[in-house]
């Protein structure tokens, strides 16, 4: 029996694979939490809420319907741990990492569904790769949860043990789930400047990606860092910098966010939520009390994510930076694209348009069901702003998690789903490849 369920995986396409594991990953989740012994029955949790959850928790969007803190015990919010840890690293590379440290050898369908899910261009070494996401993400959240839990233990005794550890995983795989409870919320533990520090970074080493990361723990060099990371460390410094000085600027004198801050607070804000509208969704004030200038560039962040191989979603940081070199190529009259001096293959440029303009239209998709299905009292911009969210994978909320009715729960779920299994594998899945010999008489479009 065993056997033939082997065989008949052997010959699904790999994209399906990738998808049904995570689909049925994170079924088994909304399973877990139902479990008597994962709530404390402070609220009923029926199966459409569970199941929110769960896909929330692995597609690492944070966002709930729920208080971890009062509604979930212990055994539940670990159950949330382990969800957002394995969404964060993805089905297959848990996968293999078993296969690995139990002495299996990994076949080449195995290595070719690792390449997939991260959207890789070729399979060879894989193994390594999965070595080193591994052994990156337990020394970053070993490093991380232990400063937190040291400094946090003189705040919360023992129990600060225990925030320090989940809030490094959740900072890590930007997920942005906090066990503070509604009733202290997060922006209390982040107002101290040691904390927000160090969540900031571990977000910040999370969203660029693991193969940025390796280049940076190996070499330490910009002169030897390969010509992805170069890019993607530029995108994050470009992308970081414009958040702090937009949110600096717009949000600078409104008093229900930055504006009864003094200069340092403000700063310090400004940076943390700048790196968290992209990738974690970590808020240090209420985000419904944001400009309405502020949230469309939120929205905007939201939608670029992170970078590639990293738990973020979003069309990702390389995406928009190719996207924006080849229009101010397009405007200059040039025809190629050449970054550090080595030019961009033209099939890299025709990858990243589709992919934004893929995202757009499911992005659209998106928002468009949610306003034929919610309630007639929610307000457009909020509307947009939580299905931008959701598909982004960031998981910031204007506060109508708890308020959606269960067709919009569908459609947010089916959002976050694909955001976590990324629109390229959505791509790859369900795409017909024909190579036809047959060449067509060309022609013009007027376009413009």
């Given at each position: 029996?065993?056997?033939?369920?082997?065989?008949?995986?052997?010959?699904?396409?790999?994209?399906?694979?990738?998808?049904?594991?995570?689909?049925?990953?994170?079924?088994?989740?909304?399973?877990l939490?139902?479990?008597?012994?994962a709530?404390?029955?402070?609220?009923?949790?029926?199966?459409?809420?569970?199941?929110?959850?769960?896909?929330?928790?692995?597609?690492?969007?944070?966002?709930?319907?729920?208080?971890?803190?009062?509604?979930?015990?212990?055994?539940?919010?670990?159950?949330?741990?382990?969800?957002?840890?394995?969404?964060?690293?993805?089905?297959?590379?848990?996968?293999?990492?078993?296969?690995?440290?139990?002495?299996?050898?990994?076949?080449?369908?195995?290595?070719?569904?690792?390449?997939?899910?991260?959207?890789?261009?070729?399979?060879?070494?894989?193994?390594?790769?999965?070595?080193?996401?591994?052994?990156?993400?337990?020394?970053?959240?070993?490093?991380?949860?232990?400063?937190?839990?040291?400094?946090?233990?003189?705040?919360?005794?023992?129990?600060?043990?225990?925030?320090?550890?989940?809030?490094?995983?959740s900072?890590?795989?930007?997920?942005?789930?906090?066990?503070?409870?509604?009733?202290?919320?997060?922006?209390?533990?982040?107002?101290?400047?040691?904390?927000?520090?160090v969540?900031?970074?571990?977000?910040?080493?999370?969203?660029?990606?693991?193969?940025?990361?390796?280049?940076?723990?190996?070499?330490?060099?910009w002169?030897?860092f390969?010509?992805?990371?170069?890019?993607?460390?530029?995108?994050?410094?470009?992308?970081?910098?414009?958040?702090?000085?937009?949110?600096?600027?717009?949000?600078?004198?409104?008093?229900?966010?930055?504006?009864?801050?003094?200069?340092?607070?403000?700063w310090?804000?400004?940076?943390?939520?700048?790196?968290?509208?992209?990738?974690?969704?970590?808020?240090?004030?209420?985000?419904?009390?944001?400009?309405?200038?502020t949230?469309?560039?939120?929205?905007?962040?939201m939608?670029?994510?992170?970078a590639?191989?990293?738990?973020?979603?979003?069309?990702?940081?390389?995406?928009?930076?190719?996207?924006?070199?080849?229009?101010?190529?397009?405007?200059?009259?040039?025809?190629?694209?050449?970054?550090?001096?080595?030019?961009?293959?033209?099939?890299?440029?025709?990858?990243?348009?589709?992919?934004?303009?893929?995202?757009?239209?499911?992005?659209?998709?998106?928002?468009?069901?949610?306003?034929?299905?919610?309630?007639?009292?929610?307000?457009?911009?909020?509307?947009?702003?939580?299905?931008?969210?959701?598909?982004?994978?960031?998981?910031?909320?204007?506060?109508?998690?708890?308020?959606?009715?269960?067709?919009?729960?569908?459609?947010?779920?089916?959002?976050?789903?694909?955001?976590?299994?990324?629109?390229?594998?959505?791509?790859?899945?369900?795409?017909?490849?024909?190579?036809?010999?047959?060449?067509?008489?060309?022609?013009?479009?007027?376009?413009?």
């Open positions: 029996m065993l056997k033939l369920i082997i065989q008949v995986l052997n010959r699904l396409h790999r994209g399906v694979l990738i998808c049904g594991g995570f689909a049925l990953f994170m079924f088994l989740g909304a399973l939490l139902m479990l008597p012994w709530h404390t029955g402070t609220r009923e949790v029926s199966f459409v809420d569970a199941l929110f959850m769960s896909v929330s928790t692995v597609s690492v969007t944070g966002m709930s319907m729920f208080d971890l803190k009062n509604d979930f015990t212990v055994f539940g919010q670990m159950i949330i741990l382990i969800l957002m840890q394995v969404g964060g690293l993805g089905i297959m590379t848990m996968m293999a990492m078993v296969s690995i440290y139990t002495g299996r050898k990994i076949r080449l369908q195995e290595r070719l569904l690792i390449r997939d899910s991260f959207n890789l261009q070729t399979p060879s070494g894989m193994v390594m790769l999965v070595r080193k996401i591994i052994l990156i993400t337990l020394g970053v959240e070993l490093t991380s949860g232990t400063l937190l839990a040291i400094y946090l233990y003189f705040k919360y005794g023992i129990y600060g043990i225990y925030l320090g550890y989940w809030h490094a995983v900072a890590f795989m930007n997920c942005g789930m906090d066990v503070m409870g509604n009733d202290v919320g997060f922006a209390s533990m982040a107002e101290d400047t040691f904390v927000s520090t969540i900031v970074i571990t977000m910040f080493l999370g969203g660029i990606g693991f193969i940025a990361l390796d280049d940076l723990f190996r070499y330490h060099r002169s030897k390969s010509f992805n990371s170069k890019f993607i460390f530029i995108m994050e410094g470009i992308l970081i910098s414009a958040g702090v000085i937009i949110y600096i600027l717009f949000e600078g004198d409104n008093p229900e966010t930055l504006g009864n801050m003094n200069l340092w607070e403000k310090q804000s400004a940076l943390f939520m700048s790196v968290s509208s992209r990738l974690a969704g970590f808020a240090v004030f209420d985000v419904h009390s944001m400009m309405n200038a949230l469309l560039v939120v929205m905007m962040f939608f670029i994510g992170a590639p191989v990293s738990s973020g979603g979003g069309i990702r940081t390389t995406t928009i930076g190719l996207l924006m070199l080849s229009l101010y190529a397009w405007i200059r009259g040039k025809r190629e694209v050449v970054i550090f001096h080595k030019q961009v293959d033209p099939k890299c440029l025709v990858k990243a348009s589709n992919v934004f303009t893929l995202a757009i239209v499911l992005t659209f998709l998106t928002a468009f069901f949610i306003f034929l299905l919610a309630p007639s009292h929610f307000d457009f911009e909020d509307t947009l702003f939580e299905a931008v969210s959701a598909f982004s994978t960031v998981g910031f909320s204007m506060g109508l998690t708890g308020e959606w009715n269960t067709p919009c729960k569908i459609v947010l779920m089916i959002a976050m789903y694909i955001g976590r299994i990324g629109v390229m594998t959505l791509a790859i899945t369900f795409a017909t490849h024909h190579k036809g010999s047959i060449k067509y008489p060309e022609e013009n479009i007027i376009i413009g």
